[in-house]
């Protein structure tokens, strides 16, 4: 598991490989990732908004942002945790993502930027 805390917000991330999902003679790799954002701030937070970078082996890169996560701009109430699913393809067997989530104090709606820690996508046949 890869932790970064920025601002009082603590990102994990975990990945793992879909086999059933993907298709290796094709070049299709399919990825998961959990991610747990805790507060540890003295108030609460609203994630607003993501910003990935995806990058391929190939040196393929791509950008991705959009508002809140999986549908949602959860509310992370101090001491609380929020944990969601997602996934990724990939041309190749291995591959990079990182980037960061604006966040926004409830109390007075100032918003900040909250890292996400890079981590990587491995085929579980590439470790050994």
Not at 35 to 47: A, C, D
Not at 79 to 100: D, H, V, W
Not at 111 to 123: C, E, G, R
């Amino acid at each position: 598991m890869i932790k970064q805390v920025t601002h009082g917000v603590e990102i994990s991330v975990q990945t793992r490989f879909l086999p059933a999902e993907s298709s290796i003679r094709h070049g299709h790799y399919f990825f998961m990732y959990e991610i747990t954002i805790e507060n540890k701030n003295e108030y609460s937070v609203q994630l607003l908004s993501r910003h990935w970078h995806i990058y391929d082996s190939n040196g393929e890169y791509r950008e991705v942002k959009g508002e809140g996560v999986i549908g949602e701009q959860p509310v992370i109430e101090s001491g609380q945790k929020y944990t969601y699913r997602s996934g990724c393809n990939l041309a190749t067997e291995i591959g990079r993502m990182e980037g960061s989530y604006t966040m926004q104090r409830i109390f007075d709606e100032k918003q900040f930027s909250a890292q996400i820690p890079a981590f990587h996508f491995v085929l579980p046949a590439k470790l050994n």
